[in-house]
């Protein structure tokens, strides 16, 4: 190994175990530790995170890193190594200009920001928590400030941070083809919804069964309990140690079924890439998805693209019923599949369907490019908010919880974060009609036989992790890089077939 | 604050933490981790060692804890600080002369071995562990070489380290008091033993309906599930983060009712113990139980004299007689106070029931002396072990699995740590007398009100933390050091009116 590398990653190496340990606690704050933990263990987490950084931000790595970039130097790494050194240049540009004590006075700000997001949220008031993203956004332009090239915009730093290539004039042309497409299907649509009943599905459901149920179905896509676990939390999430060690989280309500099966099927999604990522990567830099948009691409092929198809649930759907016979007495297979695809204009982001989904994330992308242009204040934001949903679902939040406050995102600072959502499901949409041509997806689900599916994307993107970009794997797969308009029409079809419209 | 103090504690800070991070690594091992984690996450737990130790041990730390020793500074700390300082003395004394290749070599070695030991175990072959115990052997003696002062004995050394001021020679005296009382009058119990039928015990118990009460009885001794959690795993443990993050496991079989019972009555005495350190001290390292000694008073003071009392069950029997009213229809309160007390020789010291409980940790403790000595070879332990069982219990184990291989603690190189169980014991039987002396212990009891038993043991012992030993404890507390006798009294007293002997 050359030498500076192998210097490099003794360095790293603690970087890494500094991130393990967060990420265990941040799994156990989640999942189990007492409720008067965090108060204290807080203390343990800031020195924890103080170690990461200054490990990773220092002379030596710097230098180290300089060295390595030289062109001598380069033709000495392999594959690997070379996408390790290019992973932490980029994470060193990103935050060595940031002044120590302004990055702790956000990153005290962004800690008790969520505190003051989430009293506000249930006070619906979205004045309390205004204050206070005012100061976040100050820090956001700020440090985006601190790297912008000449003629850079802020906000195209911050895509690109989210999703490597990405920028306004990119997403403006892919939300605008969605905007032109969904909006007027989506009101179609809308008018058909009286013949679908889903009242099935807000039945009383056992939460023991259910999560016997969503164990099996975590399974059956392809989550390898010998590498993974299951836990509950508040909101369903996905984590990993490493790719032998991935952990997904569930929820359950005893009045809706979807929630939790669905849920269950995108973290496994999720957990699925984690897990074969390559043995020679894990515990390095790059030993992880290669993008939150390429993660959501899994998560989501798996949850929408297989799991809300007819034939995925031709072998599994008796189980379902064998679970439940009392309550899916009265569906049938084709009356549930309708079910989990019904379609309708909402307000909530996290509740909301295929079809509408996108148009959820164009207006917080519209908002954010709004903030960072410095166009508004943030104190309109609310009313900007209520327009959008107006405008384009056709109905307005009665108040601030069920809008505008309604995600944690801009509380931890996560600005750019919305459009990985969005970029996500196309990319699935467009794996999937690359698949479509090279493999009898349908036969495969009907046979109840995941296993060549997931090999091809085991092959082709997981173990990769972030040796390679989301273009990158694109391309090398089915020759093209990303495309919108496989979405575009992988909604138009679908729902037009769904609701057979003309 | 002393300003070489202040710079000792920005160093003991991180150690704190890599210490805290460690200890969630090793729960999160023990609960919850899937199978094939442990492999990789090694290696992060490994770099964690290192960090912890290289913060503890090196040049600087060593500087200023030489200059807090001076009188001066001295007079300028503290009571905590003071026990800081001597408490961060005693571990760099403890770990200094090791040579830093030596103790890698080590830790490596005690942790193979303990897969090596768990197999052998299964075997029951000792002749397969042997080699690793005789090279573990080797290294505690040559380490405790590194520390022995001119005339110690290395045995003194390691039995010093788990309880101050604690030495062969009062091990002696202590134990041979024991040895004289225990034997005789636990051949006499045995001989009554077939008028007290424990049938009812193995019966079928529902394991959610055990878990329910188990937590019920773990809040009803004063567990806090605000600063606390219960969770499964193969062998009960306590361990905590901080004083407001204590968390303990329980295991349940269906065919043994006592087991979790008081399974989880020990582990809330010794949570209840971490629950009550003082927040001053929390964080540091005198911020957890004193030693292993005064930590075991206080899991059998719950357990055992409080757990296994007839006043402690009457108010609490009708509510177990409700969670299994026909398992237990045809067993009185009479009868299953003497069922939870039934004493007779046995071969499993994690199976022992409070009379012969001292007898397998003298057997352990007289081989281990043996070894130190050098008077014995590892091969011969076998041997050496079922002789003791022969001559004190009057049986002897059939093969090495029930006998000498039954214990994991050699194979991570606790020698040393026995006593501590018998010490802890004989601890929760000189406070009890003490307490019955000032308090109507019974009555409170009866009365289903533990509160203030509790709280004079968080007043006289628990708020303290390390910040005193356990002498020190003792004598401020009762105006006595630790003694013995009382521990011979008490078992002999309670089994001579248990069994109605003259």
Request: aromatic share 12%; proline share 4%; glycine share 6%.
């Amino acid at each position: 190994m050359n030498t500076n590398f192998q210097q490099l990653m003794n360095h790293i190496e603690k970087v890494m175990a500094f991130q393990a340990a967060l990420t265990l606690f941040e799994w156990d704050a989640e999942t189990l530790a007492p409720e008067e933990s965090m108060e204290y263990t807080s203390k343990t987490i800031g020195i924890l995170s103080n170690e990461y950084f200054s490990n990773l931000i220092n002379d030596d790595v710097k230098k180290l890193i300089h060295k390595l970039s030289e062109e001598k130097e380069q033709a000495d790494l392999d594959f690997n190594e070379k996408a390790i050194v290019k992973d932490i240049k980029k994470s060193i540009e990103e935050l060595e200009h940031i002044p120590p004590e302004e990055y702790r006075a956000y990153s005290e700000l962004t800690a008790k920001a969520s505190g003051i997001w989430s009293k506000a949220k249930q006070k619906k008031c979205f004045a309390d928590f205004s204050p206070a993203l005012d100061k976040i956004i100050d820090y956001r332009k700020k440090f985006a400030g601190y790297r912008a090239k000449k003629g850079t915009k802020p906000y195209d730093i911050l895509l690109n941070d989210f999703e490597e290539g990405f920028n306004m004039e990119k997403l403006d042309e892919f939300f605008g083809k969605i905007k032109e497409a969904v909006i007027p299907l989506l009101k179609e649509v809308a008018k058909k919804n009286d013949s679908i009943d889903k009242t099935y599905n807000y039945r009383h459901y056992d939460i023991e069964k259910q999560k016997e149920f969503c164990k099996y179905v975590s399974g059956y896509v392809g989550f390898d309990f010998n590498r993974g676990v299951i836990a509950e939390s508040a909101h369903p999430f996905t984590t990993n140690l490493h790719n032998h060690d991935v952990r997904i989280t569930n929820h359950f309500h005893e009045d809706n079924l979807e929630s939790a099966i669905f849920s269950i099927i995108h973290e496994s999604g999720h957990a699925i890439y984690e897990m074969h990522i390559e043995d020679a990567i894990t515990h390095t830099p790059v030993g992880t998805g290669t993008s939150m948009g390429m993660h959501e691409s899994q998560s989501r092929f798996f949850e929408n693209v297989i799991g809300r198809n007819e034939a995925f649930w031709k072998p599994l759907y008796p189980k379902l019923r064998e679970t439940f016979p009392e309550q899916l007495r009265d569906v049938s297979l084709e009356h549930f599949i309708k079910g989990i695809n019904k379609a309708a204009p909402g307000l909530i982001r996290t509740e909301a369907d295929e079809l509408s989904y996108p148009l959820h994330i164009i207006i917080r992308y519209e908002i954010e490019k709004l903030i960072f242009a410095g166009k508004i204040k943030v104190e309109d934001l609310p009313e900007i908010w209520n327009e959008k949903y107006r405008e384009y679902m056709g109905i307005e939040p009665k108040n601030d919880g069920e809008g505008v406050l309604q995600d944690i995102h801009w509380a931890g600072g996560s600005f750019g974060y919305f459009p990985s959502y969005a970029i996500g499901s196309a990319i699935a949409a467009q794996i999937n009609y690359h698949m479509l041509s090279i493999m009898p997806i349908e036969k495969y689900l009907t046979e109840g036989n995941l296993t060549p599916i997931r090999e091809y994307l085991n092959n082709h993107i997981h173990r990769y992790g972030k040796t390679k970009n989301t273009n990158e794997i694109l391309k090398s797969m089915m020759d093209e890089e990303f495309n919108g308009d496989y979405y575009v029409k992988y909604l138009t079809e679908k729902y037009k077939r769904l609701y057979e419209l003309n």
